[in-house]
């Protein structure tokens, strides 16, 4: 089964970007623009894991990780943090909010196909 990975992020090239890594190494990417995009995408369809940004307009990353962990359907689903911010502050709320995994912008291709594999057990 292929796993679905929800990407959050404002920006399309880096959506693209993204997308674009996860379908080369056989994943099924679903996008959402922003944090609370997100919340409804995940209304309807559960992800095996989520890669979202930090700085997003409406919800930004934080907000959307707390909201995600109320529902019940976020159980077991891995959630990676993206940040241009390296702030040790920032790294350590994004875990307290449920966060398993964290990437610094930029980033490359084998580095985000590393953390997705890791945090999907593969």
């Known amino acids: 089964m292929t796993k679905r990975i929800l990407v959050v992020d404002d920006s399309p090239s880096v959506r693209r970007l993204i997308c674009s890594t996860l ?3 056989g994943y099924q990417p679903v996008e959402a623009v922003d944090g609370a995009n997100a919340l409804q995408v995940v209304g ?5 894991a989520v890669i979202t940004d930090q700085n997003m307009p409406n919800l930004d990353g934080l907000g959307f990780i707390r909201a995600f962990r109320q529902r019940p359907e976020s ?15 920032l790294k350590a709320k994004a875990r307290e909010a449920g966060a398993i995994g964290w990437m610094a912008k930029p980033f490359d291709d084998r580095k985000l196909l590393s953390v997705v594999t890791k945090v999907l057990g593969g």
């Open 23 to 25: 379908r080369s190494a």
């Open 44 to 48: 309807t369809t559960r992800p095996d």
């Open 75 to 89: 159980l077991g689903v891995p959630v990676i943090f993206v940040s241009t911010e390296t702030d040790a502050a």
